[in-house]
Structures are given as structure tokens and as C-alpha cells.
């Protein structure tokens, strides 16, 4: 056959070979196949190779003639027992080139006319496919022939569907094919196996909860030969497998091969710390900015003991990938987010360790040393308050708070009507300082008269001397003062009283405005929220407890150094000035003194 032939049959063989056997196919592989399919046509001058190497192929002719010494078995087994370095140096892919290619030459040349004399040099028998024995040279074709030319093309577009098989291999063609969780399993634990992320396009449903799940989802791990794992956008993760054991049952899934990480595995012993402590040994992604993007993919896994109950509520219709009761809490393919979602992340633990995961692309930097974990002090500042009233928090997560700092202010009804009644007690005294006495009572006016009256007496008496007035006008004058001296007399008394009276209004009234404002201060400070230690704020929980309370809880995280510094204060303007700050002690063992801070 013609040389084209021969080197698209080589290919077609080590692409077959490479694609059944899960061998890499490569450029240097093609190239090594196309020239051993080429090379048993050195034994002669009427090919392209015994032209290029006429000198080698004159002397093989004339010595042994054509498609004997290059095309037997005995040269076949040669070449591969010549090529078993290959092996030895971890290139199988090239050895099965070179093998499959050579052979690839005899087996072609046995379709043609004249055959191959393949048990050479112990026999000159000719090898020929397909034989038929009443006619030998049925069913076979010349060199040059356009069945030979419609072999070299037929050989090279099979080449390229099983080139497209063998880049995933053949395994993975039937998985694709037959596209259930079970396969889906094998390919992720192949290709995790392999260094590489996994995606599973889905398309399920759960007849028990008349659910569907439809789309391209994270695969996170198996629980089983035949159950799958998955991860949606939200964070939820959902079982893929047998109905009754599974979250849903696929109809169709077929797993995709994703970029290729680094896996970074780290044991980590919480013992003494915040599950919030986590959060140090996963890295994050560089955001635009130069700010901390998001958290790297990580998975965490293991067992703790907690020092206070987790209230874990089991979800129905997910796979729970955080567990347990009471104190004890177990992680299965869970991240931090899942640890925030159920307000665990400020729980302390009291002994544990959790493997962390962390994914990241080859080459990568890890940044940080999760062997070299420094251990933390953890304090929680607890209070309570009604759902009705919600409390001004003035710290926020990631602030750094001191000793007696106001982290939150609380509103209750004590509070309101404290206020309130300051405000009615200074009205009050507003209204006593604006009041005047009634007219009744005002002696200006009585004075003026009771002075025209003596004026006008005098007069009468002094005309009564010079014989101008009779005494009864002298009388009736002084009668008139008289009574003007009397009615001067009782208002001089009412506005002594009223001003007795004013007197004694006014100081009750500021008595009650001290005491109201006494009462608010003291609901203030009970209003005031104090931190009872040091630390940056790592999470703020919120669980209620009933219609009628919830529980706030502030986690504080610092470094469990001698030498380390205090945390700065936070700004004046998160401090407000409702009264002078009570300074309160910092207990040494957060395990004893789980709740700190002021309850109102």
C-alpha cells in the first residue's frame, strides 16, 4: 500500500491502542507511530522511505528481497523487545507508537494482492486477509489501487472520533453513555484523584417530595459506590443516588473534568479555640483593589466537642453537612459558610480536630501556616432583649473593642418611661416658672388707691377747717381710705400664701425632675451593653428563645499572648456618652464563664 495509507493506518492503530489503554496521546506519540508505520518499507526502492534511504534499502532488496526481513514477525518482536526502554522510562504511550505503528505496516500489506511473507526466514508462505481459498486474490486490493487510496481515508477520519474517546478515554465514553450516579461516582473519584475539580450536569427527582434538580452543580465527594454529592449555588448540598437513600434520583449525570488544584490538607486542634478560628487557615482569593476576595474552595471534616449545646436543626430535604447533638458536632464536607449559616462559628470548642481542604491552582502560594496556628482567647458578650425592642448595636464584626466598651444599647419600656417622665417633670417646672398670681391678689392697684384716698381725705379735712366741707364729707373720706387699708391688707395676705404655695410647687416639681432623671441614668446604664474583654469582634449571633426573648451574643477573638497588644479603641463616635462606663473584670477560662456582660 501507499505510503499515505500506511502512516493514517499507524495513527489510526496507536489512536485506538491509547484510547482502550488509557495512554496519553501526543505529538511526539504521532510522530513515532507514523514513522514505524513508514519504516518496513525500507526494504525497497520503490517506496517513498527506500528512495529517502536508497543505499540501506538497495542492499536490503538485493539481499532478501521485499516484505520479508522489515515485514515478518521475527522484525515485528524485535522492534518490540528494542522498544521496552520506553517502558522502563515511563513513556508507555511512545513504546505502544512505536509497536502498534510497525505493526500496523504487515497486517495493511497482507489486504494487498501479493501479501507478506510473515514467517520468514523459515518460511516463504505468504500471509493475505481475508483468505479465500477459491480465489486468492479475492477481496483484496493492489497498491496504487483506489481501494488503497480509499483505505488511507477511511483510516483517517476513524482517527479522529477515537481521538476525540481518547481524550477522556474509554471508560469514560461509557459513563458518558450510560450517565447515572454510579458513573458519575467513578469519574469524580478518578479525576479528584487526579488533582482536578468536578462538575455534574443534573437532571433528577425526588418522588417522595414531588422535587426536581436540574443543572451543573459542584461535586464535592461520595457517600457510597453509587452516591453522589453536590453543591448548589446557595450552599446546599444534595445527595444524587438510589431512591430511599438519596436526596434525589438521577435521571441523567454526567460529571465534567474542571480546572486542575492543589490539594492542601491541615488537622487543626481547636481545642480551646472559636470554630470561628477556621477561618485563619483558609486562604482567600485576590480581588480587585488589593481587598481579600472570597474564601478558596475548602472542605472541613471531623468531630468536636463543644463547650455549650450546637441547637441543630436537621434538614429533611438536604444533606446535613454539619451534624450532631447536644455538645457534640460532626462535619462532613462542610465549609465555613455552612458553620455560619447555622450561627455556629462563635461556639467554643472544648476538644476536636478538624481536616480542612483547601483547593488551589498549581503553583499557587498557600500564604499562610496552618501548622503554626496561634492559639486565641475567646470572650462573649450576652444579653437579652424582647423581639418588640431591638437593641442599638454600636460594634460591628472585624472591630476592635477594649475592656468597657459600649458595644450595644438596648430600648425597653423602663427606659421609655423614664424618658417620659423627665420630659413631664420638666414641663411641669416649666410650666410653675411661667405661672403669675392672679389678679385678685395683686396689691400694686390697691396701693394706688388706698393713696388717693389718704390724698383725697386730707384735702377734705383741711377745706373741712376752712368751713368749705361738712364733717360728714370729712368722715365719708376717711371711712373710704379705711376700707382701701383693709382690702390692701387681705391681698398683701392671699399673695404672701400664693407665693408660700409657688414656693413649695416649685420645689416638688424640681424634686421629681431629679428623680426622673435619676431613674434614667440608672435605666441608661442598665440600657448600656459594656464589654466584659478585649478583642476583635469575630460574629454576632442572634438565637431566640420564645415570643418574648432573644439572645444576642457578641464574640470577641485575641491572641492568647503574654507579649501581644491590647486591641485598639474603637472610634469616639461608636462610644455613647449615656453615663460613666463600668469597668468590669475579664474572666481567664471562657469554658467556666460562658455568658459575660450586662443582661438587662
Known amino acids: 500500500m501507499r505510503l499515505g495509507t500506511h502512516v493514517a493506518g499507524g495513527l489510526l492503530g496507536y489512536t485506538v491502542a491509547a484510547t482502550f489503554f488509557q495512554l496519553p496521546w501526543t505529538a511526539t506519540g504521532v510522530v513515532v507511530a507514523a514513522a514505524a508505520s513508514a519504516a518496513p518499507d525500507v526494504d525497497t526502492l520503490g517506496s517513498t522511505v527506500g528512495r529517502v534511504f536508497a543505499p540501506v534499502a538497495k542492499r536490503i532488496e538485493r539481499r532478501f528481497g521485499h516484505r520479508t526481513i522489515t515485514h515478518c514477525y521475527a522484525a515485528q518482536a524485535a522492534v518490540a523487545v528494542l522498544g521496552l526502554p520506553f517502558v522502563a522510562l515511563g513513556l508507555p504511550h ?7 505503528g510497525y ?16 514467517f520468514w526466514p523459515w518460511s516463504d508462505r505468504r500471509g493475505v486477509f481475508p483468505y479465500y481459498n477459491r480465489q486468492p486474490t479475492a477481496y483484496r486490493t493492489r497498491t496504487g489501487s483506489r481501494a488503497d487510496t480509499a483505505f488511507g481515508v477511511a483510516f483517517a477520519c476513524l482517527t479522529v472520533p477515537f481521538a476525540v474517546v481518547q481524550h477522556d478515554g474509554y471508560p469514560r465514553l461509557v459513563r458518558t ?3 447515572d450516579a454510579g458513573a458519575a461516582v467513578r469519574d469524580f473519584l478518578d479525576w479528584s484523584a487526579d488533582g482536578y475539580l468536578v462538575s455534574v450536569t443534573v437532571e433528577a427527582d425526588d418522588p417522595q417530595h414531588l422535587r426536581t434538580l436540574s443543572g451543573t452543580f459542584e461535586a464535592i465527594g461520595t457517600t457510597g459506590a453509587n452516591t453522589l454529592l453536590v453543591r448548589d449555588t446557595t450552599g446546599r448540598v444534595f445527595s444524587l443516588g438510589p431512591a430511599y437513600t438519596a436526596d434525589f434520583q438521577p435521571t441523567r449525570a454526567v460529571a465534567h473534568r474542571g480546572r486542575a488544584v492543589t490539594v492542601s490538607r491541615r488537622r487543626v486542634d481547636l481545642a480551646g479555640r472559636a470554630l470561628a478560628d477556621l477561618d485563619g487557615v483558609v486562604p482567600r482569593t485576590a480581588a480587585a483593589g488589593g481587598d481579600d476576595g472570597a474564601r478558596a474552595r475548602h472542605l472541613l471534616d471531623g468531630q468536636v466537642t463543644l463547650t455549650e449545646d450546637a441547637d441543630l436543626t436537621p434538614d429533611e430535604f438536604a444533606f446535613d453537612t454539619v451534624t450532631g447533638t447536644g455538645r457534640r458536632l460532626s462535619l462532613q464536607f462542610a465549609t465555613l459558610d455552612d458553620l455560619e449559616r447555622h450561627d455556629l462559628a462563635g461556639l467554643v470548642v472544648e476538644a476536636g480536630v478538624v481536616t480542612v481542604r483547601v483547593f488551589l491552582p498549581p503553583g499557587t502560594p498557600e500564604g499562610y501556616a496552618p501548622d503554626d496556628l496561634s492559639r486565641s482567647t475567646v470572650r462573649r458578650v450576652t444579653f437579652a432583649h424582647k423581639p418588640s425592642d431591638p437593641p442599638r448595636l454600636l460594634v460591628a464584626e472585624g472591630d476592635a473593642v477594649a475592656v468597657g466598651d ?5 430600648s425597653s419600656e423602663a427606659l421609655l418611661t423614664a424618658r417620659l417622665d423627665v420630659e413631664d417633670a420638666a414641663a411641669s417646672l416649666a410650666r410653675l416658672g411661667a405661672e403669675r398670681p392672679p389678679a385678685a391678689t395683686d396689691p400694686l392697684s390697691l396701693r394706688a388707691r388706698l393713696a388717693g384716698a389718704e390724698a383725697r381725705a386730707a384735702r377734705t379735712e383741711d377745706r373741712h377747717a376752712e368751713g368749705f366741707e361738712p364733717l360728714a364729707a370729712v368722715e365719708g373720706a376717711r371711712s373710704e381710705a379705711d376700707d382701701l387699708r383693709a382690702q390692701l391688707a387681705q391681698a398683701e395676705a392671699r399673695l404672701g400664701e400664693w407665693r408660700t404655695d409657688h414656693a413649695r410647687r416649685t420645689a416638688d416639681a424640681q424634686a421629681r425632675l431629679r428623680r426622673a432623671q435619676t431613674r434614667l441614668d440608672a435605666r441608661q446604664r442598665e440600657a448600656t451593653v459594656l464589654s466584659s474583654g478585649a478583642g476583635v469582634v469575630r460574629r454576632i449571633e442572634r438565637r431566640d428563645y420564645g415570643p418574648d426573648r432573644t439572645e444576642v451574643r457578641v464574640v470577641l477573638v485575641a491572641p492568647r499572648t503574654a507579649d501581644s497588644p491590647a486591641p485598639d479603641r474603637p472610634p469616639a463616635h461608636a462610644r455613647p456618652t449615656l453615663g460613666p462606663p463600668a469597668v468590669r473584670s475579664t474572666p481567664t477560662d471562657t469554658a467556666s464563664q460562658p455568658r459575660q456582660g450586662r443582661h438587662p
Open 103 to 118: 505493526a500496523s505496516h504487515p497486517f495493511l500489506d497482507t489486504l494487498t494482492v501479493q501479501g507478506v511473507r510473515v
Open 177 to 179: 453513555l450510560q450517565a
Open 94 to 100: 511512545l513504546y505502544a507508537a512505536l509497536v502498534v
Open 406 to 410: 459600649t458595644v450595644a444599647v438596648l
